[in-house]
């Protein structure tokens, strides 16, 4: 998938919301600046989470309240420790979790996830999305064919 800006990349953000139901995990990657933060504005508003969105680089975790909750992490700090913030307590919070720099958890990540990696072009973002169990296959063929 391809975006032109960033109203391309907060709206695919919102069709993915729409679609997300509760344990979901998204996994984000992508350079600094990439869109991770602009691509999780357009998913709470898919999740109708009025707050504004702030990137949790600093505060490492940011919960927000929508038809579902919505926690947002940032673990670039943590270097891949898992146990120094309670993962299993937003994976299994009866929300959605989308973790920024999330490929950096390892074998900590749970069995089933949407993982998508932004890459900043001249013209816009490259996305490329890669589902990791059954219901990650269900959530991207979702997305891509509006099934």
């Known amino acids: 998938m391809y975006t032109k800006n960033e109203e ?3 709206a695919l ?7 997300l139901e509760k344990n979901d995990v998204l996994i984000l990657t992508g350079e600094l600046g990439a869109g991770k933060t602009t691509f999780t504005k357009g998913l709470a508003k898919g999740l109708q989470i009025s707050q504004m969105i702030k990137s949790p680089t600093y505060t490492i975790v940011r919960e927000y309240e929508g038809c579902l909750p919505l926690f947002h992490l940032d673990v670039y700090r943590i270097e891949g420790d ?5 993962l299993d307590e937003f994976l299994f919070g009866g929300g959605v979790t989308v ?3 999330g490929n950096l958890l390892g074998d900590a990540l749970p069995d089933t996830y949407l993982e998508l990696e932004i890459l900043k072009e001249e013209d816009g973002r490259r996305l490329n999305f890669q589902a990791k169990g059954l219901r990650a296959e269900k959530l991207l ?3 891509q064919h509006g099934v």
């Open 141 to 143: 063929e979702e997305l």
């Open 99 to 101: 973790i920024e720099w």
């Open 82 to 86: 898992a146990d120094s913030i309670d």
């Open 13 to 19: 953000g919102e069709r993915l919301g729409h679609l």
């Open 8 to 10: 391309e990349l907060q």
